[in-house]
């Protein structure tokens, strides 16, 4: 458990010119005039449709090419793409970790973490990942999961003013990898904020995942969270 206390903080076509004058356009003229007429609006119209068609095309193939050519740009080590409706997924081809959140939160830089994705109009929802290097290669080689889980609220999740209590802790077993999962709510003078995480090792790494909404949206939010939580996965990459 010391080494965990003591690692650093995790804290979008005119008419011919050579037509007969007026007064002595005879009944066949008059016919063939009536038919150029009715022949040009015709291929006016034809061609009006011809170019909306084709228009109309061309903006279908932007929007199917667009996203891809969007995810092609992103950098190789880290991008997102659109997973289950709803949500994207990030994947850290550096770090070797992968989850989901979603749609609509925005990406933004947060010193100390990794990853961190948040609603621009609900600040407490969020989800952010960090990683500190170590040496064990399990994450029940620093406790169980209550007391890894206190460790990590009491010292990094929520700051020392806020009353925090954790209403749940498990261990999970997912393709040979073991993750602890941990549910717990800060409260603040003016918000309590109702918060998930989950926490595991590789890669020489320690890494969290944490994720949460305000208390007055819990409900709401509720399944997105535990969706992102139940998402997070890490994989093994070149050392």
């Known amino acids: 458990?010391?080494?965990?206390?003591?690692?650093?903080?995790?804290h979008r076509t005119p008419l011919p010119n050579s037509l007969p004058q007026k007064n002595a356009v005879s009944p066949v003229w008059k016919r063939s005039i009536s038919f150029l007429v009715r022949a040009e609006n015709t291929s006016m119209a034809s061609t009006s449709i011809f170019q909306d068609n084709c228009r109309r095309r061309h903006m279908i193939a932007i929007g199917v090419?667009?996203?891809?050519v969007s995810i092609l740009n992103q950098s190789p080590a880290s991008f997102a793409v659109?997973?289950?409706k709803g949500f994207l997924t990030v994947?850290?081809?550096?770090?070797?970790?992968?989850?989901?959140?979603?749609?609509?939160?925005q990406e933004v830089s947060i010193e100390g973490?990794?990853?961190?994705?948040?609603?621009v109009i609900e600040p407490l929802e969020s989800v952010s990942v960090t990683k500190i290097p170590t040496s064990k290669q399990d994450v029940r080689d620093?406790?169980?999961?209550?007391?890894?889980?206190?460790?990590?609220?009491?010292?990094?999740?929520?700051?020392p003013t806020q009353k925090t209590k954790i209403i749940a802790a498990a261990?999970?077993?997912?393709d040979g990898k073991i993750y602890y999962t941990f549910e717990f709510t800060a409260q603040a003078p003016n918000y309590i904020r109702h918060a998930l995480g989950a926490v595991t090792v590789g890669n020489g790494k320690f890494f969290t995942l944490t994720t949460g909404a305000n208390q007055r949206r819990w409900d709401k939010m509720k399944d997105r969270l535990e969706t992102i939580i139940d998402s997070f996965k890490i994989f093994n990459v070149l050392m």
């Open 82 to 84: 659109e997973s289950k």
């Open 142 to 159: 620093f406790g169980s999961p209550q007391e890894v889980a206190q460790i990590l609220i009491n010292k990094f999740l929520a700051p």
């Open 91 to 105: 994947t850290d081809k550096n770090d070797g970790y992968s989850f989901v959140y979603p749609f609509g939160w």
């Open 171 to 174: 261990e999970h077993d997912v």
């Open 65 to 68: 090419i667009a996203p891809w």
């Open 1 to 10: 458990m010391a080494s965990l206390q003591n690692s650093p903080s995790i």
């Open 113 to 119: 973490q990794d990853k961190v994705f948040k609603d």
